[in-house]
């Protein structure tokens, strides 16, 4: 396959002043850390819930927490598993470990003790920095046979400052110590400079391992690059319009890479502030959007629809939300305006997948994403500065598709990752010569936006017909009383395989209790093709999802 100099027409769609390249980025996210630590000390960095940490206390604490690594024998290029939800231990934790030049390997906090078993004989991790809280019944068990494993634990309100009260979520519990473990508190309190940490991380060293979220097969650990992550926080800052103003709402998960680029890299490399509260909840999210003036975020499209739907949305002041996107699945354009016309917000479009390091497509702030008039599907953007993409045929990758037409979406730039951790098969299918092959099915109009049909593996065939599910999705979003839609395709002895629709409604219509699986059924049938409409339609009161916001197909599928 030729470089793709006649896909170069989508720079032509970019604003002035969006430049058609990024060079490659010098220097390291810790780098712009320690650059911001040292030029205003006293500037927030953390906002966790009504508390707010100064660069240069983080900056004390991760130091003094990389020097207890170094004596607990954390050497470059080990890596350092860090599990914990949205709480300023775990920015803490992922700094000192790159103040050792180590790989940081953030984790989903509702693994259970198996599941970690696993990530950690994959990652080859022997240390842990995890929430006291998750030892007991999931760390413990994952280390039971690993005598050589050193664990760091932490309470979520350890660094809360001296009387003050508890964020409601974590008011539960006293404070535990276990035994053969470390207290973060303890290590951070420490008396005495740290010892000296050595040359920093280069561009080309290992940032993290991130965990591919397993919606479709088996998770892998993207090899995830200072470099990677410092050229997409530029991509960022520019395509977003960011700047020193600017405070980040830190709503995604920071074991995610969407947390990790869009929300701590991007801050770091600002010198700005991360909204950070834990767990999500819709109510608190408001109100420290209005508390600490919130600006940007980007957030699944979950995230914002409990927001629309929260019913005390309307007593806070959002008015400095205006730099808003949407990743993880598809927007439809039902959705979109709901927010234009409800919130009077408008929901910018990204995509980007974790060996993507984030973002892959963005719309360009205060530009509109166009509606595709065949598939009806809402642009996912266009595709980031310095980067290349191609459309190739579903059966031969080697065959490049034409302007408009369907087929697998792969990308080439300095954002991509090359490949897993230790293996070398899976890594041989999914990166070709430099290009990532995403696996989801895609087109380019002639103006350079990007549609993302749907993943490949979640084609239903329905007598021959293919059936994506997100053209049945989008049309469930229209109807009024629907809140969230997610279609699988179900063995069916007639057709091969039957449409079905899992549904959640909105509080309004729960209250009401007259919507029945079968009207949902005859409005699809009503504004589609007859092979399309969903034959079965389950009503639940809430939709299994990744904490990111993706719903679970796999499990649907299989369980549904």
């Known amino acids: 396959m030729t470089a793709p100099q006649s896909t170069r ?14 060079e490659a980025a010098p220097g390291t996210i810790l780098e712009a850390f320690d650059g911001a630590a040292h030029a205003a000390p006293a500037s927030a960095c953390l906002h966790f819930f009504d508390t707010t940490y100064s660069y240069g206390q983080v900056r004390q604490w991760s130091r003094r927490l990389a020097g207890a690594l170094t004596q607990m024998g954390v050497r470059p290029g080990d890596r350092v598993m860090v599990i914990m939800q949205n709480i300023p231990q775990m920015v803490i934790a992922c700094l000192a470990v790159w103040m050792r030049r180590a790989v940081a390997v953030p984790l989903n906090p509702m693994f259970t003790g198996h599941e970690l078993k696993h990530y950690l ?8 920095v995890c929430q006291e809280d998750l030892y007991p019944d999931r760390v413990a068990l994952a280390v039971q046979d690993r005598p050589a494993v050193q664990v760091i634990t932490t309470a979520p309100i350890d660094l809360l400052p001296p009387g003050a009260a508890p964020p409601e979520q974590f008011r539960s519990g006293a404070k535990q110590r276990f035994d053969g473990t470390r207290d973060f508190l303890e290590l951070i309190r420490a008396e005495g400079p740290p010892e000296d940490q050595g040359p920093p991380p280069s561009p080309d060293d290992l940032a993290y391992l991130v965990y591919t ?55 770091f490399h600002l010198g700005v502030a991360i909204i950070l509260a834990g767990r999500f909840d819709a109510g608190e999210t408001l109100r420290l959007i209005q508390a600490h003036r919130a600006t940007f975020t980007v957030a699944a499209i979950t995230v914002y629809i409990a927001l629309l739907n929260h019913p005390q949305r309307r007593q806070y002041d959002l008015s400095s939300f205006q730099k808003a996107y949407s990743g ?50 809402l642009s996912v953007g266009l595709v980031i500065p310095g980067h290349d993409a191609w459309i190739v045929d579903l059966k031969n990758p080697e065959v490049e598709m034409p302007v408009g037409a369907e ?17 070398p098969e899976e890594t041989a299918k999914a990166f070709r010569d430099g290009r990532f092959h995403t696996g989801d099915v895609a087109k380019l109009d ?56 899992f549904v959640s409604l909105t509080d309004e219509a729960r209250r009401r209790g007259d919507v029945s699986p079968q009207m949902l059924i005859d409005f699809c049938k009503a504004h589609m093709a007859a092979y399309k409409y969903p034959r079965i339609v389950e009503i639940r009161d809430e939709l299994p999802k990744t904490l990111t916001g993706k719903f679970l197909r796999r499990q649907l599928r299989d369980n549904g």
């Open 121 to 128: 004989h994959d990652s080859g991790a022997r240390w842990i």
């Open 9 to 22: 027409f989508w720079q032509k769609s970019y604003p002035d002043w969006l430049p058609p390249r990024i």
């Open 328 to 377: 993880g699945a598809p927007v439809s354009p039902s959705t979109a305006a709901k927010f234009r016309d409800a919130m009077g917000l408008t929901i910018y479009n990204v995509y980007g997948l974790t060996e993507s390091c984030s973002p892959a497509t963005i719309t360009p702030l205060g530009l509109q994403g166009p509606v595709d008039a065949q598939s009806g599907a």
């Open 213 to 267: 979220s397993g919606t479709t097969g088996p998770a892998k650990g993207a090899l995830i690059r200072h470099g990677n992550v410092m050229h997409n926080a530029l991509v960022y800052e520019k395509a977003c319009r960011l700047g020193a103003g600017d405070v980040i709402l830190g709503v995604a998960p920071l074991f995610h890479i969407t947390g990790i680029v869009a929300h701590v890299a991007i801050a």
């Open 407 to 423: 087929g697998e979406l792969v990308l080439m730039g300095p954002g991509i990752s090359d490949g897993y951790w230790q293996k």
């Open 446 to 501: 002639a103006q350079g936006w990007c549609y993302i049909v749907d993943r490949k593996k979640d084609l239903i065939n329905v007598s021959g017909f293919k059936v994506w599910p997100r053209d049945v999705e989008d049309v469930l979003y229209r109807h009024p009383d629907v809140k969230e839609a997610a279609v699988v395709g179900v063995p069916d002895d007639y057709r091969g395989e039957t449409v079905k629709a």
